[in-house]
């Protein structure tokens, strides 16, 4: 099994920007998810294996992009403009499907520690 891990969260002041790390992604479909506290997981963004096809979450079209290098086994999420409903545990993982505006992704069952982003000022 493949061991994944997040990294890059963080506190930033609204209007701010972080880019979250996942290590481990190989040539996998992968995805990034999120959990708020008080909420379910959520979809955020997903990539196909060498980065060709991407589908996001509609709250976050224009503010966030998912990328990958396969070379360095690692898939990214920039986070820009960011407002205090993003803040949550963010999750990488692979999926096995990327979802689209019918069914949305499918993420594999295992979940990592995730990693924290705080949108406050």
């Known amino acids: 099994q493949v061991h994944m891990v997040e990294s890059g969260g963080g506190l930033v002041q609204p209007g701010g920007s972080l880019r979250l790390s996942c290590t481990g992604s190989?040539?996998?479909?992968m995805g990034w998810f999120r959990q708020a506290p008080g909420k379910e997981r959520e979809f955020v963004a997903t990539i196909n294996w060498n980065g060709g096809t991407t589908y996001y979450a509609d709250f976050v079209k224009g503010r966030f992009t998912i990328s990958r290098d396969n070379t360095m086994n690692t898939m990214y999420l920039q986070m820009n403009s960011l407002k205090p409903e993003d803040t949550a545990v963010y999750y990488c993982?692979?999926?096995?499907?990327?979802?689209?505006?019918?069914?949305?992704?499918?993420?594999?069952?295992?979940w990592g520690q995730g990693t924290q982003v705080t949108v406050s000022s």
């Open positions: 993982n692979r999926v096995f499907t990327l979802g689209s505006s019918v069914t949305p992704p499918s993420p594999f069952p295992t």
């Open positions: 190989a040539q996998y479909a």
